[in-house]
């Protein structure tokens, strides 16, 4: 893939990344409702031995919207991590790149997570920083673990 086609894909990226920090934290909660409600459908189509005998309910509503945004921001930093590891590793004069693919992207969360203190109704969370180093990091292992398995 040309240089210029990852650039522009790893852009897009932040771009869209970016766009998820610029909503407000009150209109973020319909988007965790109506993936609630479709969760809650495929659950009915479940047997109910493996769903249970309800729904996910009103009560568990921010258990879930917690979980359902921080698999979100663990996803998102896996996938940026993958697109600046691609871009970085066809660089030519770049040597280290997982490690600078990684700074990078916890960089970016560091920076999205104060950009969110100015949009309103969200604010900046260490928790969210973490979160995404995680996804930084068990990208990068997962894709360093199975580039050795590949040469053995």
């Not at 921010?62 to 896996?78: L, P, T």
Request: glycine letters at 4%; proline letters at 5%.
């Amino acid at each position: 893939m040309k240089p210029t086609t990852l650039i522009a894909l790893t852009a897009a990226w932040m771009l869209i990344m970016f766009f998820g920090s610029s909503v407000p934290g009150f209109n973020t909660s319909g988007i965790t409702e109506i993936i609630l409600q479709t969760l809650n459908k495929l659950s009915a189509l479940l047997p109910e031995w493996l769903r249970g005998n309800s729904p996910i309910s009103v009560d568990s509503y921010s258990c879930f919207n917690m979980v359902i945004r921080k698999i979100g921001h663990f996803v998102e930093y896996q996938v940026f991590t993958v697109l600046l590891l691609i871009l970085f590793t066809n660089i030519k004069n770049i040597r280290h790149p997982y490690i600078i693919s990684g700074l990078v992207a916890i960089s970016f969360a560091f920076l999205d997570e104060l950009y969110q203190s100015t949009v309103p109704a969200r604010s900046p969370l260490v928790l969210d920083v973490l979160v995404d180093t995680a996804g930084v990091l068990i990208a990068l292992v997962l894709i360093r673990i199975t580039a050795a398995l590949r040469s053995d």
